[in-house]
């Protein structure tokens, strides 16, 4: 039997939390992220980052792609606090909008975005459904949807490997050692509240989406990568 899905809140919304996730080491992956995202949609303009966090991956798709703008939405409050810093640091006001949305339900008319991307996001969301709907609803004709996740691991024992591979304990101070056990923490109900490649393929498929469009990237992630008819 493979490991059950343990949802975990859809919403980290405390300061803690939003310090901790925003202090992690997410370079290696972000970067894949935006080069994966530009290599198969080198023209977008207008962009839309759901679930943005602290706003990493737009400050890095701005530093690759001189004239993107973004919007960059999350609904938890510390994170965008943190984000508005970030950007603001980077330089990158004036292009990259943050707002607090739902991104189940945003309120920008259909068709708005060359791109909507995601990285994250669907894991936290207890029927993703729901907001994969929205981000294609977003997307304009020609337009590109991609989002990127984590994989449900088969069972505990293959968590706790790529807990240990990804998310290593320093030596250090005890309460440097505590965050990284907190982090440690984060990934682990992380990947027990992720989606399959497979719960994927089926979701997608009742949105008119290529179940094909679902593939599994590394050995921790599953993309969709889709272009709107």
Request: aromatic share 4%; charged share 30%; net charge negative.
């Amino acid at each position: 039997m493979s490991l059950p899905r343990t949802l975990e809140p859809e919403v980290m919304d405390s300061a803690e939390e939003a310090s901790d996730y925003d202090s992690m080491d997410h370079a290696e992956v972000n970067g894949r992220f935006c080069a994966d995202l530009l290599a198969v949609a080198p023209d977008v303009r207008r962009v839309l980052d759901m679930g943005t966090g602290t706003a990493l991956i737009p400050i890095e798709l701005c530093r690759r792609a001189p004239d993107v703008t973004l919007d960059a939405i999350d609904l938890a409050t510390h994170m965008l606090h943190l984000a508005r810093r970030n950007v603001a640091r980077a330089g990158l006001s004036a292009r990259i909008a943050l707002g607090r949305r739902d991104a189940k339900a945003t309120g920008w008319p259909s068709r708005t975005f060359d791109a909507v991307v995601s990285n994250s996001i669907v894991h936290h969301v207890a029927a993703p459904r729901a907001i994969l709907e929205e981000m294609w609803r977003l997307v304009r004709p020609g337009g590109r949807l991609f989002v990127r996740d984590l994989t449900r691991p088969p069972s505990e024992e293959r968590v706790a490997e790529l807990v240990g591979r990804y998310a290593p304990s320093p030596d250090g101070l005890p309460a440097e050692r505590a965050v990284f056990e907190r982090q440690r923490d984060l990934f682990a109900a992380s990947l027990r509240a992720a989606l399959t490649t497979d719960e994927v393929r089926e979701l997608v498929a009742t949105l008119g989406i290529r179940a094909d469009d679902v593939r599994a990237t590394g050995d921790r992630h599953w993309t969709l990568s889709s272009v709107k008819p």
